[in-house]
């Protein structure tokens, strides 16, 4: 998400006309807006519904010279129009008299029983797999889609703000959107030409990128990735459409009948097929929905057309506006392909009508299906290069060829004017501002400095800290890259510094090879999991305040050295070696441990250790998206996909000093779920056992958190190194409804707050042979009855922050336990 809002305010910062246009406002007798009203030229299909307040913007190539205007319970009313532009209208429809022995609806909410459109609506539930790919066992087709963001809202105090000097030529390219009827400049446009393969039995899909060319960023593949992403593949077939990582209910879900309300308005021909048109919209504010009106065939029960537009009193943040169409063909009198697909977002700090924001824009084709021609597994499985030159040098003629629809001449001027643009002084000023907001780094002659995020922090060991470093960097594909940082602690008086080196060895397998050294202050408690990051910093060892003294730190000196292959996609083998010692970072905490020779204790105590490993490592993340293909790549939907880990360890003995021999089995496994309309569950399960004598530092503390940040995966009412263990297991949930609970509650549906639950439990054990190794003053202690903490938050404050209430279940006798604990996570998301 992070990425995303970078993205907004960079684009925030850089920033043929229709025959008719009517905009307004549809009002009752006594002054109350109509909702979901229905708004169409006269004898004609072009249309729209008003929304919750009431208003309404509806354009058209065509001239017309009248528009109507209707609702269940009220008369209609057709309003001639004198001019082809016609805006801010007051249209006020009256209530229809009741005949005698008639039932009039008055209301907005339809009824279930007795309803046409959900008879129909039945029959689509019944066919929807019957139509589409899906009816094929193998299908492929070819794919052009078309992704542009433009400024919109513009006005005189945009174009003569200081900002622009010297970039006034950008607004020749001013146009009006004709679904909400602001003005709009664009200035990103990016094209793609696809071959796309899919075989239902293999359950396989393959995207072969043919053609690839954009505005202005030409080798920005990562902001080209962020912007796909924003627009995730659906199906309107589905019960959930997910978008910006919500489930909003589809108009043809199995659940639809509970949250939407249903119309059989029409029926007419659409092309050459008989169908019926239904208008559906929302029973209830500030729930993931939509209003529109689709068309569907009266005998295969398959959509020809739908438009969908997201309610404006959604839970969905930094978006003002969606706006979905799809138009679907018919092949062989019967089976329905989708040909066209439309996305339209209109991001915006304020929702308010008027604010200025960014429209970001989806235009998909899909011409050419052919049908039951089957292809290898391997097809399907094998890597390919992931950057082609002519992929994305192809000549002019290449997209005369294959581009579906012609650029207006509005998206052609676009192409002219970023290249001009970039010759501006003052837009490479924006642009540089930010890329830093986007990355974290400033860049200085092909280096970085940063993390601009990280430069200060706090501990018991160091007390006030600096930290700067940086990178190399030429381009977001380099085929190596050195990272470092320096830092100083004013109250241990220490230098600290870490250094890494990777280097990219085969583009196709990223076969890589990498090195480093970290000399530095770690919680080594922190996570369950092994970390050989010679660049990593926790906020445990670094937070600004701390619940009690955060002084059970360690003073680390880390080597690695190793190699990591993709042998087939998102699956990453890595074998590290690896050198450590360490120590105590404070007076008040220890890792003594008893020296033991031969099987016997010699009576040593010794305060440090020295310790080589060898790990072998499996890092499975089906569906993860990367951008970039140099030694190092961007996800782009992180948090989005499985991740599955397994990690083998092998500690050396008398191999450079080392002074312990053990063994150690690892797995991690984290899901997300989208859970239909109750939200998006998060969860984590941690398994591992250490084979062998080892003392506190190599053992398995079970990760507490001091600190006053939520911090997933963590422990928040224990303290560091509260349990111990060198055999454990943990479980860690965390649900977040979305505002589902709190938008049936008046006076706090406006808020748009959001609730979030969290649960999570770990199970360990300790030998009683690695107590007896124990000298450190810290008594051993495992959760053996399983320790567990529960948790319930308040998200979307502000819409930029989330505030728990923690919970500590059992083990309610520990020293100076903590029952209950507040926390809170600064965050963005829509």
Same mark, same amino acid.
């Given at each position: ?14 920033v ?34 008003? !929304? ?9 190539d065509?001239t ?6 209707? $609702? ?21 429809l ?14 907005g909410n ?5 309803n ?29 889609e ?17 900002? $622009?000097?010297?970039?006034? $030529? ?26 796309v ?5 293999? !359950? ?16 920005n ?43 059989l ?12 048109? /239904? ?21 295969t ?8 537009q ?10 003002r ?52 021609i ?29 581009r ?31 890329a ?21 922090g ?6 006030l ?37 990777? +280097? ?48 059970? +730190? ?45 099987g ?16 072998l490592a ?17 996800? /782009? ?9 397994l990690?083998?360890t ?15 089995l ?28 080892v003392?506190?530092?190599?053992? !398995? ?11 997933? !995966?963590?422990?928040?009412? +224990? ?21 589902r609970?709190?938008s ?21 054990? /300790? ?21 567990y ?42």
């Amino acid at each position: 998400m992070k990425h995303y809002f970078s993205l907004f305010f960079f684009l925030l910062s850089i920033v043929v006309v229709a025959q008719t246009k009517v905009s307004g406002v549809i009002i009752g007798d006594g002054g109350e807006p109509i909702p979901f009203a229905n708004v169409i030229f006269k004898d004609s299909n072009e249309g729209t519904i008003s !929304n919750e307040d009431g208003r309404f913007y509806l354009e058209s190539d065509e001239t017309y010279s009248t528009v109507v205007f209707s $609702f269940i319970g009220y008369s209609s009313k057709e309003v001639p129009l004198t001019q082809r532009s016609t805006y801010n209208m007051t249209v006020t429809l009256g209530e229809e008299a009741a005949a005698l022995n008639e039932v009039v609806i008055i209301s907005g909410n339809q009824s279930k029983k007795n309803n046409p459109a959900i008879d129909i609506l039945r029959k689509i539930w019944e066919n929807r797999r019957e139509n589409g790919t899906k009816k094929f066992a193998q299908y492929q087709y070819d794919k052009y889609e078309k992704l542009e963001f433009d400024l919109n809202t513009i006005d005189s105090s945009l174009i003569k703000s200081r900002i $622009f000097n010297g970039m006034e $030529f950008v607004f020749d390219q001013v146009d009006t959107s004709n679904v909400t009827g602001n003005t709009y400049l664009p200035i990103f446009i990016n094209e793609a030409f696809s071959k796309v393969y899919g075989d239902n039995v293999l !359950n396989e899909e393959k995207e072969v990128l043919e053609g690839n060319k954009n505005s202005g960023f030409s080798n920005n593949q990562t902001l080209i990735a962020f912007v796909k992403d924003l627009y995730s593949e659906y199906d309107v077939y589905d019960n959930y459409l997910k978008f910006f990582d919500k489930a909003f209910t589809s108009p043809l879900s199995r659940t639809g009948i509970d949250v939407y309300n249903y119309v059989l308005l029409d029926s007419a021909y659409r092309g050459n097929k008989w169908c019926y048109n /239904i208008v559906y919209y929302p029973r209830r504010k500030n729930e993931l929905t939509f209003k529109g009106d689709f068309w569907v065939n009266d005998t295969t029960w398959a959509i020809k057309e739908i438009n969908l537009q997201a309610s404006k009193s959604a839970n969905l943040n930094w978006v003002r506006e969606v706006y979905i169409e799809q138009e679907f063909e018919v092949l062989n009198d019967s089976i329905f392909l989708i040909t066209r697909d439309y996305f339209l977002s209109d991001f915006s700090l304020r929702k308010k009508e008027g604010a200025r924001g960014i429209y970001g824009k989806r235009t998909t084709l899909y011409d050419n299906y052919v049908f039951d021609i089957p292809k290898d597994k391997k097809f399907y499985s094998e890597q390919v290069d992931p950057y082609q030159y002519e992929v994305y040098n192809r000549p002019d003629e290449f997209w005369e060829q294959n581009r579906m629809e012609q650029l207006s001449k509005d998206e052609k001027g676009v192409y002219k004017m970023l290249d001009t643009l970039k010759t501006v002084p003052r837009f490479k000023t924006l642009y540089n501002l930010g890329a830093v907001l986007a990355s974290g780094y400033y860049e200085v002659n092909n280096f970085d400095i940063g993390p601009v995020f990280s430069v200060f922090g706090f501990n018991e060991a160091e007390g006030l800290r600096i930290r700067l470093g940086g990178r190399t960097y030429f381009s977001q594909n380099d085929p190596w890259r050195i990272e470092g940082f320096g830092a100083y602690g004013f109250k241990d008086e220490r230098f600290k510094y870490g250094i890494s080196a990777k +280097l990219l060895l085969d583009r196709r397998t990223r076969l890589t090879v990498f090195a480093g050294n970290r000399k530095d202050v770690e919680q080594t408690g922190a996570s369950l999991t092994n970390s050989n990051d010679v660049l990593g910093r926790s906020l445990a060892s670094s937070s600004l305040i701390s619940v009690g003294a955060n002084d059970r +730190l360690s003073r680390i000196n880390l080597t690695t050295a190793g190699f990591s292959i993709e042998p087939s996609k998102n699956l990453i083998v890595r074998l590290t070696g690896s050198y450590r010692t360490l120590r105590s970072a404070t007076d008040t905490f220890s890792i003594d441990y008893f020296v033991k020779e031969d099987g016997a204790f010699t009576g040593e105590i010794r305060s440090e250790i020295s310790q080589p490993e060898i790990e072998l490592a499996f890092n499975f993340t089906p569906g993860r998206k990367t951008s970039g293909y140099g030694v190092e790549q961007t996800v /782009i939907n992180d948090g989005d996909f499985p991740s599955f880990y397994l990690g083998y360890t092998y500690g050396l003995k008398d191999v450079f000093s080392g002074d312990f021999e053990y063994q150690k089995l690892q797995a991690l496994y984290t899901q997300p779920w989208n859970i239909g309309g109750l939200g998006r569950l998060y969860s984590t399960v941690e398994v591992g056992k250490t084979f062998g004598e080892v003392p506190l530092s190599l053992l !398995n503390p079970i990760p507490g958190n001091q600190t006053y940040f939520s911090l997933y !995966n963590t422990f928040t009412q +224990l303290d560091f190194y509260e349990f111990v263990s060198d055999t454990y297991s943990s479980l860690h949930l965390q649900h977040n409804f979305g505002g589902r609970l709190f938008s049936r509650i008046p006076g706090l549906r406006k808020l748009n707050l959001r609730e979030v639950i969290g649960f999570r439990a770990v199970y360990g054990e /300790i030998s009683d042979k690695n107590i007896a190794l124990n000298a450190s003053g810290i008594p051993y202690r495992a959760p053996n009855d399983i320790y567990y903490e529960y948790s319930f938050g308040i998200g979307n404050i502000f819409r930029i922050f989330r505030l728990d209430f923690n919970f500590r279940g059992n083990y309610l006798d520990n020293p100076d336990a903590r029952k209950f604990g507040i926390t809170g996570i600064f965050g963005f998301s829509f």
